[in-house]
T-cell receptor, first 115, second 112 residues
Framework: DTGVSQDPRHKITKRGQNVTFRCDPISEHNRLYWYRQTLGQGPEFLTYFQNEAQLEKSRLLSDRFSAERPKGSFSTLEIQRTEQGDSAMYLC?????????????FGEGSWLTVV | AQSVSQHNHHVILSEAASLELGCNYSYGGTVNLFWYVQYPGQHLQLLLKYFSGDPLVKGIKGFEAEFIKSKFSFNLRKPSVQWSDTAEYFCAVNTNAGKSTFGDGTTLTVKP
């Protein structure tokens, strides 16, 4: 399968712990996005990369969140000192090219439960 | 900033009924519009998209959507739904920045 892959698929962590999610985009895609989705809502934009450059961060991305894409391929999203409100599905997506003509392809998401 | 509004939170239909899901967006510039579907336990999949040209767009599985610029709308339609269409449907708008803004989704339940 050559789609967007995310790891882990599920993570349960205690409040205050750090968690890291990994995303491997479709290989030739230069844009990579992180979204968050909670029950009853659509995906909310967090941040995106063009190659290794992080071009935009949402106000939703507090200082406890950090995302990297060091070599312009895979990306990691780290959440430090997790809070119960961080419980959500974290979605990664990728696309080819720039501008509004992109089709964004999503991974299956990483479920985070903070207890 | 752009926003997307989906009017119907939950729609329940019988098989063979016709479907129309509403989507309105708020953005003054050029947009590209998408409908995604999320089947139970699966990831978001693209149903159809509008970039330019014919405002009536046909997608997979018999779905179509019509872009009406004057109404800022991009409603999704299907003439005859099947039980397998039970899923959550998301409308999204994409602007020059390349990122997509999603509506809150409509859950469609089709009764056999």
């Amino acid at each position: 399968d050559t789609g967007v892959s995310q790891d882990p698929r599920h993570k349960i962590t205690k409040r205050g712990q750090n968690v890291t999610f990994r995303c491997d985009p479709i290989s030739e895609h230069n844009r990579l996005y992180w979204y968050r989705q909670t029950l009853g809502q659509g995906p909310e934009f967090l941040t995106y990369f063009q190659n290794e450059a992080q071009l935009e961060k949402s106000r939703l991305l507090s200082d406890r969140f950090s995302a990297e894409r060091p070599k312009g391929s895979f990306s990691t999203l780290e959440i430090q000192r997790t809070e119960q409100g961080d419980s959500a599905m974290y979605l990664c997506a990728s696309s080819l090219g720039q501008g509004s003509g992109n089709t964004i392809y999503f991974g299956e998401g990483s479920w985070l439960t903070v207890v | 900033a752009q926003s997307v509004s989906q009017h119907n939170h939950h729609v329940i239909l019988s098989e063979a009924a016709s479907l129309e899901l509403g989507c309105n967006y708020s953005y003054g510039g050029t947009v590209n519009l998408f409908w995604y579907v999320q089947y139970p336990g699966q990831h978001l999949q693209l149903l159809l998209k509008y970039f330019s040209g014919d405002p009536l767009v046909k997608g997979i599985k018999g779905f179509e959507a019509e872009f009406i610029k004057s109404k800022f709308s991009f409603n999704l339609r299907k003439p005859s739904v099947q039980w397998s269409d039970t899923a959550e449907y998301f409308c999204a708008v994409n602007t020059n920045a390349g990122k997509s803004t999603f509506g809150d989704g409509t859950t469609l339940t089709v009764k056999p």
